[in-house]
């Protein structure tokens, strides 16, 4: 399996930018597509997540109602659009995939320990 990421960049804070991860090597319609970000000198964070199944979502409180994750199963293509991004938005982001995972609403946190397969990452700073 490889992720290709895309769309990161710069931007000013209340702005807007859409993720893409580009997947191949598998049929991907039973998996669990998760985006993680790392800040520099912190942890990687779980931010967002997709069943390819059925399309459930989950995304952690501090990206609620700016972030949303979506997935073009005809195109292995899934996207993170980002709105009203804020300075602490600013990290490098990771698309993730793994078939044995479950993205599920009631999820706490994503586990970056469950995802087998990454992308290399983009960068999205955000200024003030």
């Known amino acids: 399996v490889q992720l290709v990421e895309s769309g990161g960049g710069l931007v000013q804070a209340g702005g807007s930018l859409r993720l893409s991860c580009a997947a191949s090597?598998?049929?991907?319609?039973?998996?669990?597509i998760a985006w993680f970000r790392q800040a520099p000198g912190k942890e990687r964070e779980g931010v967002s997540c997709?069943?390819?199944?059925?399309?459930?979502?989950w995304q952690t409180d501090s990206v609620k109602g700016r972030f949303t994750v979506s997935s073009d199963n005809e195109k292995n293509t899934f996207y993170l659009q980002m709105n009203n991004l804020k300075p602490e938005d600013t990290a490098v982001y990771y698309c993730?995939?793994?078939?044995?995972?479950?993205?599920?609403?009631?999820?706490?946190?994503?586990?970056?320990?469950?995802?087998?397969?990454w992308g290399q990452g983009t960068q999205v700073t955000v200024s003030s």
């Open positions: 993730a995939a793994d078939p044995m995972t479950r993205c599920l609403a009631s999820l706490e946190r994503l586990m970056p320990t469950l995802y087998r397969s």
């Open positions: 090597g598998s049929t991907f319609d039973d998996y669990a």
């Open positions: 997709i069943s390819t199944t059925d399309g459930t979502s």
